[in-house]
């Protein structure tokens, strides 16, 4: 199941029209006939395909001047209707296009809106969840997927679109880490990784990954040769970090550029066991917003 949007060129536009405007943007693989868009900071992906309509068929499906079509799949968490909808804006402004949207009551070519998109999306998305995870005779049912609140999943979204360039302003000797997610057992999990107690401003999450290699436990014969991985709860973090700040961004942070316990800090990572096996991450894909799942009436 996808959702579908069509670019449109306007006939009275002199810009030219090609993928090779994709090229110069972050995060597309572009080819003859595509630009594939995928964020390793945020997870979130979709495509723009190459088009055309047949200027003298009347019956063809699509408007004349049609260039692009976005394919953006449903049964998706809902940020990645937020992410889409931000390229959409950037390409039809840049590429002087408007839109058909199929899904609309009353396709027609117009600007792009993106409140109207994301209210089209939304509705599409809860459709295709409901349709998905509704019992059907003689069909195997669809594993219940992980979930978390919508607001949550959008403050981690926001985080890490807004990381990157959080980081080229602080410099080099600071770090912004990155929010994954951990398959918790029954739950969803939060986490980061810590590397070595590098100054950090370090998003509030349920667990902290800390890889060690300056840090790793000494041995009976001096330290492993090898760096390892050890982790953190929230809970025995939090009595070793200030006050937070809770301005300013998406989610309270705390910010260890310089702290004032850095050998506490320091020792309480290096005393932590090492995990005997990495914990099992989770895709954005893997986890949907609770309010998205259809109710018992629904199923």
Known sequence: MSYDLLLVGRADSAVARS??????RPHYTVTDAQAVYENPDT????????TGSEADDPEADQPRGTWLALNLNLYRPSVFGLEAAREVLAVTVATDSDVFDPQ???PAVRSFDTEEFLG?????????????LSEREGQDPVPWPRSLPASTLRAVWEWNCARQAWNDALGDQVFVPCICFLDGGTDVETAVVWTDAIPVVLPRVDRVLLYRDELRPKRWFGRSKAPDLSEVTWAELAPFLPSPVES????PYYDLRAPSNAVALQRLIAGQPPLERPPKGLALDQVHDAELLPTGSER
């Open 248 to 251: 300013g961004r998406p989610l």
């Open 19 to 24: 993928l090779d405007y994709f090229r110069s």
């Open 104 to 106: 609309a009551d009353d």
């Open 120 to 132: 089209r999306w939304n509705h599409a998305n809860r459709r295709g969840h409901v349709a998905l």
């Open 43 to 50: 997870n979130v992906y979709f495509s723009f395909d190459a």
